[in-house]
T-cell receptor, first 114, second 114 residues
Framework: GAGVSQSPRYKVAKRGQDVALRCDPI?????LFWYQQALGQGPEFLTY????????KSGLPSDRFFAERPEGSVSTLKIQRTQQEDSAVYLC????????????FGPGTRLTVL | AQSVSQHNHHVILSEAASLELGCNYS??????LFWYVQYPGQHLQLLLK??????LVKGIKGFEAEFIKSKFSFNLRKPSVQWSDTAEYFC????????????FGPGTRLSVLP
């Protein structure tokens, strides 16, 4: 596709459930980012991949959050034992590489934890 | 740590009014600066970016921004807004030596009255 896609667009989970959010970056983009956007706030960085290598996971809020990009393209953000405070929009972005700073964002997955 | 502040939470203007949205950042080194826009129901889109050179940057849809290094500011301007400019506007900073991720401001909601 022409842009970054994410699925599902909406996810409702009961507290304690595990969820998996998928991101398909723009084809050929080396860098991939995950951000969390709480209601009324700007996006906050979670983690960064260059190809399949996770180079920065300093923004992951707890060890319940895990991200992977095993083949250097599609990425999955997994949240274990979801809590109400995990409710947010999860944004994925990709860029051509570390020397290209423009990030292209997907539509996000809105996660609601009941 | 980096931080980005945006002066206004919600701005309401009439069509044809001039717009200026403030953005300040805390990092003292080399920075790349961005303004993103999020129209209702849509994903984040890049309005304009500053990497180096002329501190007055022109973007899409008649927007421009001025980088003032001494003030750590990157304010967004448009001489005459339209109803279609109603959206959320986010300033973002990518600072050298802080990795590839962006630090976003909290956003400013712009409502343009017809």
């Amino acid at each position: 596709g022409a842009g970054v896609s994410q699925s599902p667009r909406y996810k409702v989970a009961k507290r304690g459930q595990d969820v998996a959010l998928r991101c398909d970056p723009i084809s050929g983009h080396v860098s991939l980012f995950w951000y969390q956007q709480a209601l009324g706030q700007g996006p906050e960085f979670l983690t960064y991949f260059q190809n399949e290598a996770q180079l920065d996971k300093s923004g992951l809020p707890s060890d319940r959050f895990f991200a992977e990009r095993p083949e250097g393209s599609v990425s999955t953000l997994k949240i274990q034992r979801t809590q109400q405070e995990d409710s947010a929009v999860y944004l994925c972005a990709s860029s051509r590489g570390p020397d290209y700073n423009e990030q292209f964002f997907g539509p996000g997955t809105r996660l609601t934890v009941l | 740590a980096q931080s980005v502040s945006q002066h206004n939470h919600h701005v309401i203007l009439s069509e044809a009014a001039s717009l200026e949205l403030g953005c300040n950042y805390s990092y003292g080194g080399t920075v790349n600066l961005f303004w993103y826009v999020q129209y209702p129901g849509q994903h984040l889109q890049l309005l304009l970016k500053y990497f180096s050179g002329d501190p007055l940057v022109k973007g899409i849809k008649g927007f421009e921004a001025e980088f003032i290094k001494s003030k750590f500011s990157f304010n967004l301007r448009k001489p005459s807004v339209q109803w279609s400019d109603t959206a959320e506007y986010f300033c973002a900073v990518n600072a050298e030596n802080y990795g590839q991720n962006f630090v976003f401001g909290p956003g400013t909601r712009l409502s343009v009255l017809p």
